[in-house]
């Protein structure tokens, strides 16, 4: 369950993440335990819960209601974004590893989809040349390999609707609960 929510949002694919998994860090923002809520204030009858834990230096994400197993992860620091990182030994979908861009503000993660539409120009216009970053509709985007010229992209699209939405509320907004 925890991990068909993760991979429902337009997340990013990594086939190989290079030295980036281990130059992955844990934030104390994300320690916790987690409600889906929407973001319009209509309250879920069950909402997905989850808990992110952090033990050796990589999360630990468990379901609330489930006999599935944790999924590891850790942040990817890229620029003034942060991206949460699947461990690339879970092979979701033939991935080695999957992004998403998050925020955590008072008590609330939000998870950003990447929106291939407009992001296509964008790149075309201030990366032409590069090739590691390919984008489509799920994942909205695939990098080949997880390198500093990729993180530097990742870190320079604009922090804008038309690139990063939050609109599904329901998928992508946890409120921090007490359990």
């Given amino acids: 369950m925890i991990l068909l929510l993760l991979t429902a949002c337009g997340y990013i694919g990594v086939d190989d993440p290079g030295a980036y998994w281990d130059k992955g860090v844990t934030d104390p923002m994300l320690v916790g335990h987690w409600r889906q809520e929407r973001a ?12 992110i ?8 994400i468990s379901g609330a209601k489930t006999n599935d197993p944790p ?17 690339p ?6 991935r080695t590893s999957v992004l998403y861009r998050y925020t955590v503000r008072s008590n609330v993660l939000q998870l950003y989809e990447l929106d ?12 032409p040349a590069q090739t590691n970053l390919r984008l489509g509709s799920i994942p909205a ?5 997880l390198d500093d010229a990729v993180v ?3 870190s320079e699209i604009p ?17 921090r609960v007490q359990r």
């Fill in 159 to 175: 922090d804008e609707e038309r690139y990063w939405s939050r609109t599904d509320g329901e998928l992508q907004r946890y409120r």
């Fill in 152 to 154: 530097t992209i990742l």
């Fill in 40 to 51: 319009d204030g209509i309250r879920e009858e069950h909402p997905t819960e989850f808990t």
């Fill in 141 to 145: 985007g695939t990098i080949k390999t």
């Fill in 116 to 127: 291939p539409r407009d992001l296509g120009d964008w790149l075309l216009q201030h990366y």
């Fill in 53 to 60: 834990a952090v033990e050796g230096g990589e999360y630990v």
């Fill in 89 to 94: 030994r879970l092979g979701s979908e033939g």
């Fill in 71 to 87: 999924i590891l992860g850790r942040t990817l620091k890229a620029g003034n974004y942060t991206f949460f990182m699947l461990d």
